[in-house]
């Protein structure tokens, strides 16, 4: 008996030995140059740095250590047994778990899941009303900023956000990405018998019926909220469909609130849940299995089932999805929580990181949204506002190597891009006059018409972000509808989203459309802003004008009446509203035409241009208009520039002219060879208020070269004029050679 634990005893003076042995041939062969990981298994695919193999070899040696410790405490316990041959034999690390509970580092490589290079993802958003299509920007910014594949944005939508969004990813032009639309209220039926108490209204419950609203040959995507922001490359989130086992159906983050543990306050009764439950704002669907599984029924039997109890949801969609998961738990991944750090009050969401780089997405999922209580909300603000303002042209990137579907536009304005010649002396004005802007329709709130007047009139005008000042004007002036294009950039659109809001007088208007077009281009785009505003009117007739004129108070009636009293329904015709200015920045504004005649007599008002350029407005004829009483015609002249009233479908502007010169009078030829009849109205009028010269007019003034490409393009405009009208249009050129 003494012999054999002598043969035990040596057995573990050995293997001690062989461990001790082992642990410095590790840190011997750890220094060596290009010794790294010889008794480790490499993994396919990787190339750790020096300070990871460091990292590596150390775990190794602690786990050495911890298996000697193990062995050492063994052979006291075999020592102090001795006599009765009967030692109690300890779990080898090997074995089990080490002791603390710590699982023993492996050297085993973890299971590689990757995202081929150029595979489609796809990402599916329901966006419905202005507010939403302004945020969802955001999020698409993020994700953009990111991204190194192809994307596939499949938007559920009411018919505002499709016109926004539409327009905005057509003149976004990104490369490699793909929008689809699907019309929400073809799935409002399936949803709407669901009482929701939630802000989001019937939107907040569409993601339940994704399934069917989405194509039958999409196998998987996923679903965001509007309120998302990104801070790393999506395809991280799309990797993780592959650790989905094979009855995981959906994956979701728990949520980290205590809305479903029911003890927020008193009496709170929550939906049911599996333990604090799972947030809806980023989801992993797995859309054929779903499919499989009959997730309409299921979702449909679940909700009916509790609303018996419950009478409404809360929380929208993710009452439901919580109530389904609790009777199939098997079916959802638990995605890591930093794929969701949701920052609503009285969140857990600190736990979720340690380090910025742990952060992947951020859920402003409060009513506050930036204004919710966050230890770190100051650093997740600025994340959000770097991308609220960022440039969204920086985000036209190539994605090299990936074949892209071909795109017509796209590949029109390329074709046109390489025909023009670098080297002619206005190639700068040619190559404005091709850049694709991006627009974003109606920025604010705006109440669409739903049956307008036949002789309604919308004041159609274009600005930049110097001219804010003469919003809150010109509103106070004109209550009819408004239609405004804005040329700003992404920092300037917040900052004049900001301004519109803290004001009394805009934020009180649901009439006025706000169009931003991004900048671009070292031209300011005068005839393009006019046709963007111009083409987003529902209005039968349009005040063509600018924005720094104030109209006379009762315009809007007095434009209808006249409208309706000339019978222009039955004919062409353009209605001509008289231009004054003033050079005092402050007005006492004329009530009436005889107070504006006194103020033109006291010389505190001139007609229009009057001293810089009088062809402009001559033609308008103010010695007959001061004792005018009904309408008169008045004939085309060269240099007419007047402002007027026409019907909506009128011609566009001629986006060639760029900057300062000649874009409204290229747009009255164009009237004029139309065959509209030019009438002025003898009692309305329109006041040009002071402000400091516009940068373009400054370069008119300055360059030779900016005032010969515009005589360039007035030329090529005479010729296009011809093409288009033939014979009719000779007079134009005639008089423009005459003078």
Wanted: net charge neutral.
């Amino acid at each position: 008996m003494l012999r054999s634990w002598r043969v035990k005893l040596k057995l573990l003076l050995a293997t001690v030995t062989l461990a001790v042995l082992l642990s410095w041939l590790y840190l011997f062969v750890g220094s060596l140059e290009y010794g790294r990981f010889l008794l480790l298994p490499p993994c396919l695919g990787e190339q750790p740095s020096r300070d990871v193999e460091r990292e590596a070899l150390a775990s190794r040696v602690r786990r050495v250590e911890e298996e000697n410790q193990q062995l050492r405490l063994q052979l006291g316990q075999a020592q102090a047994e001795g006599s009765d041959g009967s030692p109690q034999w300890g779990v080898s690390a090997e074995d089990g778990d080490p002791p603390g509970g710590e699982r023993s580092n492996r050297t085993a490589c973890p299971k590689q899941r990757t995202v081929h290079k150029c595979e489609l993802l796809h990402v599916a958003i329901v966006c419905a009303g202005h507010n939403a299509s302004r945020d969802v920007v955001t999020l698409v910014k993020s994700i953009l900023f990111h991204r190194k594949n192809p994307l596939h944005f499949h938007f559920i939508t009411d018919s505002v956000a499709h016109q926004i969004l539409q327009t905005l990813f057509q003149s976004w032009m990104v490369p490699s990405v793909h929008v689809s639309f699907y019309n929400a209220d073809d799935l409002k039926p399936e949803v709407s018998w669901i009482p929701n108490k939630h802000y989001s209204g019937i939107y907040g419950l569409m993601k339940l019926t994704l399934t069917k609203a989405l194509p039958s040959n999409l196998s998987k995507v996923i679903v965001l909220d509007t309120d998302i922001t990104f801070a790393t490359d999506i395809a991280e989130l799309w990797a993780v469909f592959g650790k989905f086992s094979d009855k995981q159906v959906i994956g979701l983050v728990e949520n980290q609130s205590d809305w479903y543990l029911g003890n927020l306050w008193k009496n709170h009764k929550p939906w049911p849940a599996l333990g604090r439950g799972f947030n809806t704002g980023v989801i992993l669907l797995l859309l054929d299995r779903l499919r499989r599984l009959g997730w309409e029924q299921m979702w449909r039997l679940t909700a009916e089932r509790e609303l018996m109890s419950m009478l409404s949801t809360s929380l929208a969609d993710q009452d439901i999805f919580n109530a389904v998961i609790k009777q199939n738990p098997a079916m959802v991944y638990r995605l890591p929580c930093f794929w969701n750090v949701q920052l609503s009050d009285h969140t857990r969401s600190e736990q979720c990181y340690t380090e910025v780089s742990d952060l992947k997405v951020i859920h402003w999922n409060s009513p506050k949204k930036l204004r919710v209580k966050n230890k770190h909300v100051e650093f997740f603000r600025n994340l959000y506002l770097t991308f609220l303002e960022y440039d969204g042209n920086l985000l036209r990137r190539e994605l090299f190597g990936c074949a892209s579907l071909p795109s017509p536009p796209s590949n029109q304005l390329q074709q046109a891009l390489e025909e023009l010649d670098e080297d002619d002396p206005c190639y700068d004005f040619r190559r404005q006059h091709l850049t694709q802007h991006r627009v974003h329709l109606f920025f604010l709130q705006y109440e669409f018409l739903a049956l307008p007047n036949p002789t309604d009139v919308t004041l159609v005008a274009q600005l930049s972000m110097d001219r804010l000042q003469m919003l809150e004007a010109i509103c106070k002036h004109w209550a009819g509808p408004i239609s405004l294009a804005l040329y700003m950039s992404d920092a300037e659109a917040q900052q004049f989203l900001r301004y519109a809001q803290a004001s009394e007088v805009l934020s009180a208007r649901r009439n006025v459309a706000y169009h931003i077009v991004y900048k671009e281009g070292q031209f300011y785009p005068i005839n393009l802003l006019r046709n963007v505003a111009l083409a987003n009117t529902q209005t039968p007739y349009v005040f063509l004008t600018d924005i720094d004129f104030l109209p006379m108070y009762g315009l809007y009636d007095y434009l209808r009446n006249s409208i309706q009293q000339l019978e222009l329904p039955q004919r062409k015709a353009a209605l001509i509203v008289p231009a004054f200015e003033t050079l005092h920045y402050r007005l006492t504004f004329p009530k009436s035409k005889a107070e504006l005649l006194s103020m033109l007599d006291m010389g505190s008002l001139y007609t229009f241009r009057y001293h810089v350029w009088p062809k402009g407005h001559a033609p308008t004829d103010y010695a007959k208009w001061r004792t005018a009483t009904v309408p008169y015609r008045v004939a085309w002249q060269p240099d007419f520039e007047p402002y007027v009233v026409v019907r909506r479908d009128c011609p566009k502007y001629d986006q060639r002219f760029v900057g300062f010169g000649w874009n409204k009078v290229s747009h009255i030829m164009e009237l004029d060879a139309q065959e509209y009849e030019l009438l002025v109205l003898p009692n309305a009028f329109m006041i040009h208020m002071p402000h400091a010269p516009s940068f373009d007019i400054s370069k008119f003034r300055l360059s030779a070269g900016y005032r010969g490409c515009l005589q360039t393009l007035r030329e090529e405009f005479h010729q296009d004029l011809s093409r288009r009208y033939g014979a009719a249009a000779l007079k134009y050129l005639t008089a423009e050679r005459s003078l």
